[in-house]
């Protein structure tokens, strides 16, 4: 199940690292959907693995320009020169969407009740997020649950909404075009599944990149994120991540198919990466 929330934010820019933000929007719709589910997915120890995963979309045409981000008291661009200039998407459009994917029935009744009312969000407080000196608040305008396309064999192609990250037990990037990506992206499924359903893959899955002629349809991605543990950990404003977007063909088992597509590809599925949709 799928579940497309169209927002009008109170300004047209959107700052490279909003995905905490989109996973703090998640969580506070979750808790208010269902408090004892949000306190098992996201204050159990051991963690426990989330069901999902999301992508933000704004029409095109867009800009990038540089503008000062304030994270919070402490990462602000007076501290951190990276956060003097970090890149922000300006709009034309009025609207953006966060795409939310699950498998879990219990975890979309959950996402769809918190809903049930909630009229805006605070992306920006006077301290926390605020882009070029300015507060941005979400007024949510619509709420529509989706099904993606069914699987009915086990082959699809699917189309990356947001990039698919691999990483070795160092964190170094494993891309499409490395000779380690489909057993890398094997490994890093087959254990996800495990904590999720309870079961890993019924056989591997073979993945490859769709191409037009002699051209892969496929690009490298970087992206700059943030969250709070880190930031802690580090010292450092956000991290960088590398992935690969563009259009795969998966061959798999039809069981599979149809879970991963809706769990997401990849390393951290709910922070907003390793999101795609079927399109044959």
């Given at each position: 199940m799928r579940v497309k929330i169209s927002i009008k934010p109170s300004t047209n820019k959107v700052p490279i690292l909003y995905r905490h933000r989109v996973v703090s929007f998640i969580k506070e719709v979750l808790k208010r959907g269902n408090e004892k589910y949000f306190q098992k997915?996201?204050?159990?120890?051991?963690?426990?693995?989330?069901?999902?995963?999301?992508?933000?979309?704004?029409?095109?045409?867009?800009?990038?320009?540089?503008?000062?981000?304030?994270?919070?008291?402490?990462?602000?661009?007076?501290?951190?020169?990276?956060?003097?200039?970090?890149?922000?998407?300006i709009l034309e459009s009025e609207t953006l969407s966060i795409n939310i994917s699950?498998?879990?029935?219990?975890?979309?009744?959950?996402?769809?009740?918190?809903?049930?009312?909630?009229?805006?969000?605070?992306?920006?407080?006077?301290?926390?997020?605020?882009?070029?000196?300015?507060?941005?608040?979400?007024?949510?305008?619509?709420?529509?649950?989706?099904?993606?396309?069914?699987?009915?064999?086990?082959?699809?192609?699917?189309?990356t909404l947001s990039p698919i990250v691999v990483e070795s037990k160092g964190g170094k990037p494993i891309l499409w075009n490395s000779p380690d990506f489909q057993e890398a992206l094997n490994f890093v499924i087959n254990r996800r599944l495990k904590d999720l359903r309870g079961k890993g893959l019924k056989r591997e899955l073979e993945i490859e990149p769709v191409k037009k002629g002699n051209r892969e349809l496929v690009e490298k991605k970087v992206v700059k994120t943030t969250f709070k543990d880190f930031r802690e950990g580090t010292g450092k404003p956000y991290?960088?991540?590398?992935?690969?977007?563009?259009?795969?063909?998966?061959?798999?088992?039809?069981?599979?198919?149809?879970?991963?597509?809706?769990?997401?590809?990849?390393?951290?599925?709910?922070?907003?990466?390793?999101?795609?949709?079927?399109?044959?």
């Open positions: 997915l996201y204050l159990s120890n051991p963690p426990f693995p989330k069901p999902f995963s999301f992508s933000l979309f704004f029409s095109p045409p867009f800009k990038i320009e540089k503008l000062p981000l304030q994270i919070d008291e402490e990462f602000k661009p007076e501290n951190y020169r990276e956060l003097s200039q970090i890149e922000t998407f699950t498998p879990d029935y219990f975890f979309a009744v959950s996402l769809v009740n918190g809903l049930v009312g909630l009229k805006e969000f605070l992306f920006s407080t006077d301290r926390e997020m605020l882009i070029g000196g300015e507060k941005q608040v979400w007024e949510l305008l619509k709420v529509t649950p989706y099904c993606s396309r069914p699987i009915k064999g086990e082959k699809v192609v699917v189309k991290m960088v991540l590398t992935g690969s977007y563009g259009l795969f063909k998966l061959k798999g088992a039809r069981e599979d198919l149809s879970y991963l597509t809706e769990v997401g590809l990849g390393n951290k599925c709910s922070q907003g990466f390793g999101m795609v949709e079927v399109l044959i």
